[in-house]
């Protein structure tokens, strides 16, 4: 069976677009894929958040996925910060990635482009880094596919990127044999 992997970030109040975009799909596709889906709430706090919210929107976002069918028999659930070895796999994918890749990232030049328009100049390291934690978060697992939105697209041709970079660099002391399975994203239509 195919593995399938997806990362959901409820930094807000989940809408009706959720439901048609992403989960519906999850719910779809987990008969026919080891489907693995995680919160990724180390990805929430690239941008702050109210720790009471946050925890909420945390469990409102497990509750409406097992609401919509998602089956925990079926598939498997889990929140990212229960599995240390993303952050650890980060610092590792961050020693592989170039600072000119992460600058050039549309979505951290758009987040970027806000912090410093509210004034502050203060652009968070971590936002920066969202797109190596989510190579990290994809390459752990060996995922054959990764469900993403259209906003994500950049990120999963910058994690084939570093796969492949890495696949090259490492080849010899890995007997030849990649380090990392080169995913396919599902990009997700709206
Ligand atoms: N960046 C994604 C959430 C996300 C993700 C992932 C999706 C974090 N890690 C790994 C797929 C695979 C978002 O903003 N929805």
Do not use: W
Not at 75 to 95: N, P, S
Not at 125 to 139: E, F, K, Q, R
Not at 172 to 185: H, T, Y
């Amino acid at each position: 069976m195919k593995r399938m992997l997806s990362g959901i970030k409820p930094t807000g109040q989940l809408t009706l677009g959720n439901y048609i975009g992403a989960l519906r799909n999850f719910v779809n596709y987990q008969d026919d894929y080891e489907m693995i889906v995680f919160i990724a709430n180390l990805h929430c706090i690239t941008e702050y958040q109210e720790p009471k919210q946050l925890r909420k929107n945390l469990t409102d976002a497990v509750a409406l996925y097992l609401a919509c069918g998602l089956d925990p028999n079926k598939a498997t659930i889990f929140l990212q910060t229960d599995v240390k070895e993303h952050a650890q796999r980060g610092y590792i994918m961050a020693c592989n990635t170039y600072l000119g890749e992460l600058n050039r990232m549309t979505q951290f030049k758009d987040k970027a482009k806000k912090a410093v328009g509210n004034g502050t100049e203060m652009i968070p390291t971590g936002l920066l880094m969202y797109p190596v934690l989510m190579a990290a978060d994809i390459l752990l697992y060996d995922a054959d596919a990764v469900i993403v939105g259209q906003d994500q697209k950049q990120h999963m041709e910058l994690t084939r990127n570093i796969a492949e970079r890495m696949n090259k660099k490492y080849a010899k002391r890995n007997n030849g044999q990649p380090l990392f399975k080169i995913p396919e994203p599902y990009i997700l239509k709206t």
